[in-house]
């Protein structure tokens, strides 16, 4: 099926630094998504965008819908512990989601 | 935000048998339930659109037969997997939405073992 290319894979880093991750399709999306998946868990929404070139912060995450609305970064600041976690992006055609492959973030404290 | 809620949470299943997954949504009116498989270290893969009232479209690869979805009422949707195999064995998991581009509630997610 379809999908998203999301990047890095995973990423391991110290507590107290940020994090970037971006996804790119070929595909255009009028909505973009970000979630966050813990284990066993199903996915949580962090931030939704809307428009081409939205810029949304959600504490200390922020995202942007890119301006030909196929691609999308999403940076953690600061990070902590409970950062970890396996990252999503997702693009939405009429309420179903494509999703990208995910970044497992790990977090040395 | 709304809660859908997914049930079970796990199941373990002989081979052959059939497995009923439940996902409600508990305080809205869901007209659009999605039904997603993920296996392990892998992302979320549409497998099917399910509308109350009607029958749920399957994404292509996706067998129909094996995999059935009722959407009977606005707050349930039930996945039978039937004749359950090994390579059956994911998690599953179900997205409630309220109307079109409305944003989609994820349930728990099932995790199917097939034995």
């Known amino acids: 099926g379809q999908q998203l290319n999301q990047s890095p894979q995973s990423m391991f880093i110290q507590e107290g630094e940020d994090v970037s991750m971006n996804c790119t399709s070929s595909?255009?999306?009028?909505?973009w998504l970000w979630y966050k998946q813990d284990p066993g868990e199903g996915p949580v929404l962090l931030i939704a965008l809307y428009k081409a070139g939205e810029l949304t912060s959600n504490g200390r995450l922020t995202a942007q819908f890119g301006i030909t609305r196929k691609d999308s970064f999403l940076n953690i600041s600061a990070s902590i512990p409970s950062d970890v976690g396996i990252y999503f992006c997702?693009?939405?055609?009429?309420?179903?989601?494509?999703f990208g492959q995910g970044t497992e973030l790990s977090v040395k404290p | 935000g709304a809660v859908v809620s997914q049930h079970p949470s796990r199941v373990i299943c002989k081979s052959g048998t059939s497995v009923k997954i439940e996902c409600r949504s508990l305080?809205?009116?869901?007209?659009?339930m999605f039904w997603y498989r993920q296996f392990p270290k892998q992302s979320l893969m549409l497998m099917a659109t399910?509308?109350?009232?009607?029958?749920?479209?399957?994404e292509q690869g996706v067998e129909k037969d094996k995999f059935l979805i009722n959407h009977a009422s606005l707050t349930l949707s039930t996945l039978t997997v039937t004749s359950a195999h090994p390579e059956d064995s994911s998690f599953y998991i179900c997205?409630?939405?309220?109307?079109?581009?409305?944003?989609?509630?994820f349930g728990q997610g099932t995790r199917l073992t097939v034995v």
């Open positions: 997205s409630a939405v309220q109307g079109p581009d409305t944003e989609a509630f």
């Open positions: 595909s255009i999306f009028n909505t």
């Open positions: 399910s509308n109350e009232g009607s029958k749920a479209t399957y």
């Open positions: 305080d809205f009116q869901a007209t659009t």
């Open positions: 997702a693009g939405s055609q009429g309420g179903k989601l494509i």
